[in-house]
Structure formats: C-alpha cells, structure tokens
C-alpha cells in the first residue's frame, strides 16, 4: 500500500488534494439541481475520507512534520502556505475526514430546507478545519481558523434550534473575541523575530527557533493564545457558549463541533501555546491555574451534566468534563499523558459524535429531547438501544471501549506529576458512569410509559451505516490502540521533552507500564 | 523621470492628472448649464462623467508609471508614489458613487446635472489634498471639495432631511475650516513658511518642538481634520449629514471625503511633523475614542444608515492607529486600507440604496429579513461587505486590518493593537446583525424585497466591488506593494537636495 501510494506521489500532493477536493465540491453542490445535493456531498465527503487515508498507511512514524507543502503566498511579509503533519495532526485530520462523511449522512432527513448551501458549507466548513490542523504559518494558521467560524455560524443560525439566533452570535463572538488577541500576540512575536534574525516569515519553525527573542512578553503572548485556545476547548470558565451552541445545532453541526471544533482548542496548545512558550506553560503558578481549571471543568461537567432533563445538554456538558482530561493529559507533560490526551481528542470526536447522533435520532422520531419523554426503548427499538449502551459505555471509559485507553493513560501520567490531580480527576470517571448509565437508564429501559413511543421505528439502514464506522472504531482504538500509539509516540514523545528541557523541568522517566506499546 | 517644477513645462507636466479632470469639469459644467431640465442629457452627463474620471485615472497611473520626481523640492504639489496611489482611490470612490447614482437620480427623480460636475470638482479637491506640498494647497483642495460636498448633501431639494444635512454640513465645516486656517496661521507664524518640507526643515533647525504657537497650529490643524475625517469628538455632525443626504453622497461623503481627510492628515503629519513627538499622543487618544465610541454607538443603532454612518466612524479610528504609528508602514496600511474601506462602504450603500425605496432613512436592519432566499446575490454581496467591514479573513479588509495592527505593533504600540482588537469585537455586534436578518428570519410579507433590485450599472458597481475585496483578500499582493511604495515616498525633506 506505502509503496503504491509512494509510487504516485502521494506524499507531495496529499494535503494539497485533501485541502481542495471539499472546496471543489462545495462549488458543484452548489450548482448541482437541489435532489442531487445530499448525494453528492456524501460522495464529496467519502472521496475525502479515501483521499486522507492513504496518511495512515504513508505516515511515518516520527517526529518529522510530514507531506509538507511550502508556497509563496505574500512573501513580502513573508507569509507562505506552509501546511505539514506530524503525529499530533495526523489523528486530527483522519476523525475530520471520518467524520464528515458520517455529518453528511446524518443530515439526510434532518435538514428538509435550503440544502444546496447547508451541504456546501458543511464542504467549505471541512476545508477550514483540515487547513487548522496542517497549517505550518501563523498567519495561514489564523486565516483558517477565522474562516471556519463562518459556516458554523451559518449551520447553526440557519438550520439550528429555536434559539438559534442567539447561540450563534455566541458562538461566534466569543471565538472572535479570544482570536483576536491571538492575532495581537502573532503579530508580535513576528516583530520580535524580525527584528532580531533580520528575515519577516510567519513560517512555524523560524519562529519557533527564535521564540528567545520575545521572551520579554512571553506571558502576555503565551495569555493571548491561551485565551483562543481556552475559549474553544472549552475550559471553566469559559464553555457557556458550548451547552447554547451544541444544543441549538443540527445534529450534524453538534457532532462537528463536539467532535473536531473543540480539538482545535486542545490542538492549538499541544502545537501552539505549549511549544511556543515551555516556560510560561509549565511555569508553577501558570500550571496550577491550568489543572485546577480543568478539574473543575471535569467534576462540574459531569455533576451539571448529572441534572440535566434535555439529553443533548447532557452530551454538551459532558464534553467539558472530557475536555478537561485533555487538558490535565497536556499540562501533566509525561508521555504517557499526552499520548493519552491525543487519544482522547481522538475518543471523544467518537464516541461525544456518536452520541450526538444518537440525540438527534430520538429528536427526529419525537421532535423532543427531553429524557423524561421517553422510557423503554429497549423493547422498541433493540438496535438503538444497543448502539446507545456501547457508545455510553465507551464515555464512561469501560475497559475494551476506546474511552478507557485514553482515560487511562492520561490517568497514569498524569499520576507521576500530579498525584492529587489525578486522583480527583479519577472520580469525574464515577461521576461519567453516574450520568450517562442513569440517563440510558432511564430512556431505554423501565417501562414503555409513554404510547407514543410504543411504535417508534428502529433504527433505518440508513442511520445504522452512520454509526457502524463509530461502534467500529471504539472497539478498535479499546482492544488494539497500538497502531494509533505507535503514530503518536514520537512527536508526543519530542513535544515532552524539549518542553521539559525548555522549561527546566526535570525528565519524567517512562515507565514500564504502556498499553498497546510495541 | 525626474520634472523641474520650477519651469512652466514642468509644472504642466507634473499636474496632467489635475487638468485633464479640470478640462472635463469645464465641458461638463457647459453642457448641465446648457440643458438643465433635460432627463436624457442628464443621463450622458452622468456617463460622460465616467469616462471623466477613467481618463484622468489614466493620466495618474500614466505619471506614476513614468516614475515622476521633482527635481529639488517640491514646491506646491508633490510628485510622489504617495500622491498617485490617493488620487487612484478618490477617482476609484469618486467613480464607484457615479455608478450608484445613474440609477438613483432617476428613481428619486433628481433633475440636476450639476450633481456629477459637483463630485467630479469633489474629486479634484481630493487630489489636491493628498497631493498638496504646501498648507495653502492643502486648505484650497479641502475648501473645493467642501463646498461641492455642502451643494450634493442637499442636492435633493426635496426632502427637508437633506436641507437639514446640508446646513448643519456646512456650517460646522466652515467653523472647522476656521480652526484649520488658523492653525495654517500659527505655523506659519512660527516657521515663517507654508511649504511641508520647509517647515520640518524649520523645525528641527530652530527647535520649534514645543514652541506654544508650533503647539497650538498643530492642534488647530488636527481638530480640523478631525472634524473632516469624522473623528471623535469632531464627529457630531456625522451621523445626521450621512443620514439626510442622498444615499450616493453619503457612500461619497463616507468614503472619498474622509479617505481624502486621511491623505492630506498623513502627509501634513508625516512630512511637516515627521519625529514630532507632540502630536503622536494627540492621535493615539484620538484613534482610541474613535474607535470606542464609534463602535459603541453603532451597536445601539437600529437604521441601517446610521449605523453605517457610526460605522464609518469606528473606521477612521481603524485608520487613525495607522497614523499614530508615524512610520512609512502606517501610511502604506493607510493606503491599503482605504481602498478595501471604499470598496466596502460604497458597496454597502449601495444595498442600502436598493433596499429603500421607501426611503432608505427608514430602513432598519430587521428589514433585511429574509433577503436572502429573495435576493440571493444581493444579499450575498451584502455579507461580503459586511464581513470586510468587520474585518474577516479571506477579504481584503483582513489584510488591511493586519497591515494597520502590523504598522501599530511595529511602532511598538501594542496597546492601540489591542484596542483596536477589541473594538473589531464590538462592531460584530452590528456588522453580523444584517446577515443575520438577511438569512436566519424569514421574510415578513410575501411581497417583501420584491422592489429591492440593483439595476444597471449600479449591478456592475456591486459586483466588482464585492469581487475585488474578496480578490484582494486572497490576493493582494500587487496592491500590497503599491501602498508600500506610497507609504514610503513620504520622505521627508532630508531626502531632498535642499537647494531651492
């Protein structure tokens, strides 16, 4: 497979194709005769997924940026289209292009107006988020970044709930508001290396090699990008816009957002903020403030998701708790715990997507999410049912699911620098189980006590091929994640130790305990 | 090419651009005098009129391509990259609110011809300003733009808003223009001369940095074009002008004036003032209220024309920050950003033109509802003005926005960086309003937007201008380096053989 994909250059034009195939498809849907729109977009979007996995198979294992594209683009402030992968963005870029074909599927019956343009942003909205992942200049970087905030704020207003108005422009403001800052503090580190190397490039690794240069400001600049990254993780305290904007979403916007928007936030600190600025990151005080954070966004998501009636609140909420995992798993800087953040991204586009699907499957038979409403449905709808207990199982973290492994793994490293931490974090694991078994519970079994549900359909081959690929893959990354791992390792393994060494904190020795290791 | 502007010849040469517009003023003048009350003729005054101002747009890149230079120090007008590059902008402003107008004079039946001769004589004005080498051509270019712009703000005899607009323009642009001549007076009392570059050379050689009398003219100076530009607390007129006049002339007002405002501004700063410190505090304050209370104001607006109005305000304190940088930098973003900010502000009144034939004063931004699925391309025009005038990626005022925050951080002034940031957050408050109601409400009425049509040239105004922000924001860089070399033939007189 390497070798025939090698043969036809895959390597030069992988991230050129996958980064355009979506933008010439949202053109032809939107020419397209309005019948035709779903299909083609579905066709778009699995050619896509095609196109993406030939990474896995050319990927090599190291912590070399990858399949690297350079091209002048303003040179006269030295900005170039610098796109490249390594093993962080690798996974990234696979659960974007695995997930939109399943977004464009689980749109089919759910978006009944104006489709043309519903499909073509969803096309222009996975060519923003890919473009996120492999930029290699800041300024290409923050393009993307911005860019991708349209369609969604388009997905969300136009086709969203009944507040949709409103969760949009939050939605929207408040990643402005934080990216904003973040161009302030880019623009400043480029000055500061300007002038001091004497060559203007917005290229990643030239200011990554001369970020000495602005340490004067390094707080304030690692502040600005930490608050953009922060705002889209989203960390306590600044996740209310997620419950309004995942809960006014179609089904397809929520499990995009879930599912690839929020990695951006953590992306953009294991390549970003962290790097950029070791010391700043792992300073004591700046630490302390980061896992207190994310505990509390791990204990609070999941005790608020615990009293909510609306299902989909329920699944908003738990991705702060299972954000501040990643987070924890990032700031704990072993490898074991940053290996296990990535793999939690990884998980929680799964597993929350999965979820999220789920809800709007309930939404379209009853037009209500609310769990009260239902009861039972596991007499009614065994398929459902289930799909419902796999993937809530695999939320909650249970061993062979794929949410166990990267729980764990943030667990164990995170338990060689900050034992306290990692034992509270341990119990948001109870307080997940607590939530989501009382709330399959409640709506799958007891009684069927509500008529209307008597004669609810199963699941439509239809709505079960969106979910096989996710059931699929959470038993795949739960029983053998080595392959995953083995592709993390070394740019996790590289992230680690120059920030350790940058920062002056002492090597965490590995230990021996590694799941899936070679 | 280098000219003696000390020879007949020379000065010829050097002002071709300004006497090509001249002689077309005179012919055009003539012809609306001649036949006044004649609809078709006012119709071919208006076309010729675009061909008025595509030649002598001709005769500016013509000069700037030849590499015009004086030769020694330019003594009434400039011949640099500078003066070029405004003059470009004000004829391509100047040009773009003809378009909208053929259609507009005869939808509000507007009989007066005289209106193209005023904005070609507005135009010209411009050019002078942003070519002027000395206080005096400064002060005669903004009085002949003034004046035209006092007559086309009630041009429309009709309404009593636009009577309204034109007094209180005028009257308030006089007193300002009162204050502007005075402090021409100081400065030439304190340096003895009027000329630019003479008077930086007086400065430095006397040390007239903080004389009181150099103080108070700079001061006058800037309150005058505070007023001009709209800058906050000069700019209490603006809401009600912008409002009252005819929507063209506001597009007009808007964006050329003000632009032109900004040129003269830049230069007088940058050439005369050059490494003053006095004035860098003035602007900075200025630029920060600007854009404070220009954004604030605008998110309380309702009418879709006045909040265009404090949205143009908010702007010139955008452009504001990059004069307070004081660099070369700072005026090539200048430059840039004016022309992405003509683009968009002419091209959001212009939808503002088309949906309001009831009266575009009476257009709120909820009336926008539904626009989309009714008026597809008009409505997509509309987002794209608006996410330039936010400043969104991917249009050419993202690029200039980030030129601006480049020329602040660079002058390391990263505290106006950051405001300026956080006021861009305010004003998507009302900037994504519009596309709000144009996509995400349904329309009111099944006849609703059934009038709201761009027709005529007007339709190529639109759609090449909302082309062009999205081209220059994925590809600006043949603009980028025209505002570079704009930005950086404001040298100062050091530069110059100081022979005279």
Known sequence: MTAALTGLGYQRWALDAILLLPLLGAVLVMLSPPPAAKRLALYVTLAEFVASLGLWWTFEPTAAMQFQVVRQWIPEWGIAYRLGVDGISLFMLLLTTLTMPLAVLGSWTYITRHERPYYALLLVLTTGMLGVFVALDLFVFYVFWEIMLIPMYFIIGVWGGPSRLYAAIKFFLYTFLGSLLMLVAILTIYFAVARA?????????????????????????????????????????????????????????????????????????????????????????????????????????????????????????????????????????????????????????????????????????????????????????????????????????????????????????????????????????????????????????????????????????????????????????????????????????????????????????????????? | MPIDLTTPGGVTLALVPELVLTAWVLVLMLVAAWRHRDARVQRDVGLLTLIALGSTGLAVAWLWAQGATPIGLPAMMALDGFRFATSLVFLLGALLTVMLSLGYVDREQIQAPEYYVLILLATLGMMFMGGAADLVVVFLGLELMSVAVYVLAGVNRKS?????????????????????????????????????????????????????????????????????VAAVPFHMWTPDVYDGSPTPVTAFMAA????????????????????????????????????????????????????????SIAHAGYLLVAVASGSAMGSAAFLFYAVAYTLMTVGAFAVLAAAGTGGERDVLIDDLSGLGTRRPWVAGAMTVFMLSLLGFPGTAAFIGKWYILSAAVDADQRLLAVILV??????????????????????????????????????????????????????PNRALDAARRGGESLRPASLYSLER
């Open chain 2, 422 to 475: 956080g006021a861009s957050v305010v004003s998507a408050g009302f900037y994504l309003p519009p596309i709000m109601a144009m996509y995400m409400r349904p329309a009111p009425t099944t006849e609703a937007h059934q009038a709201t049509r761009i027709v005529g040239a007007a339709r190529w105004a639109v759609g090449v201008m909302a082309v062009a922000l999205l081209l220059f924001g994925f590809w």
């Open chain 2, 256 to 311: 050329a004036v003000k632009a032109a405002g900004f040129a003269a501004l830049v230069r007088v700063l940058h050439q005369a003032f050059d490494g003053l410190p006095i004035w860098h505090g003035a602007v900075w304050w200025l630029a920060v209220i600007t854009m404070v209370v220009g954004n604030l104001i605008a998110l309380a607006q309702r009418p879709l024309k006045r909040m265009l109005a404090y949205s």
């Open chain 1, 197 to 518: 190397t004497g060559e203007h490039s917005f290229g990643y690794d030239h200011l990554w090699r001369n970020i000495a240069y602005v340490r004067p400001w390094a707080f304030w600049l690692f502040a600005a990008f930490a608050l953009a990254f922060a705002i889209k993780v989203p960390m306590f305290p600044f996740h209310t816009w997620l419950p309004d904007a995942h809960v006014e979403a179609p089904t397809a916007g929520s499990v995009i957002l879930a599912g690839i928007l929020l990695k951006m936030g953590t992306y953009g600190f294991l390549r970003f903020a962290v790097p950029l600025f070791p010391e700043i990151a792992m300073d004591p005080a700046v630490t302390a403030v980061v896992v207190v954070l994310s505990l509390i966004g791990i204990i609070y998501g999941a005790l608020v998701s615990l009293v909510q009636p609306d299902f989909k609140k329920l699944v908003a909420y738990s991705s702060v708790s299972h954000l501040g995992f990643v987070m924890l798993g990032i700031w704990a800087l072993t490898l074991q715990s940053v290996q296990g953040a990535i793999v939690i991204m990884i998980n929680h586009g799964i597993s929350t997507g999965a979820l999220f699907f789920l809800a709007g499957m309930m939404y379209e038979r009853r037009h209500t999410r609310d769990i009260a409403q239902f009861g039972g449905l596991a007499k009614v709808m065994p398929a459902f049912a289930a799909v419902l207990t796999v993937v809530s199982l695999s939320s909650i973290g249970l061993p062979g699911t794929n949410g166990f492994v990267g729980e764990f793994l943030v667990l164990l490293g995170a338990f060689r620098t900050h034992p306290w931490a990692a034992a509270i974090a341990a119990t948001g694991v109870i307080f997940a189980a607590a939530y989501l078994l009382w709330a399959i519970q409640r709506i799958l079994f007891q009684q069927v006590d509500h008529p209307e549900n008597a004669t609810l359909p199963d699941l439509s081959p239809r709505e079960l091929a969106v979910l096989a690929p996710l059931v699929a893959c959470i038993f795949w990354i739960g029983i053998y994640p080595a392959p995953i791992l083995r592709r993390i390792e070394p740019s996790a393994r590289a992230l680690v130790t120059q920030v350790r060494e940058a920062a002056g904190a002492p090597p965490v020795a590995e230990g021996a305990v590694q799941p899936g290791a070679r």
């Open chain 2, 160 to 228: 009593v808003f636009a009577a309204e607009a034109a007094l209180k323009y005028f009257l308030l642009g006089a007193f300002a223009s009162g204050f502007f001549l005075y402090g021409i007076a100081l400065i030439y009392g304190a340096t003895g001369t009027t000329n630019l570059w003479l008077i930086h050379g007086r400065v430095l050689e006397l040390g007239l940095g903080s004389n009181v009398m150099m103080v108070a003219g700079i001061g006058l100076l800037l309150i005058g074009f505070g007023f001009k």
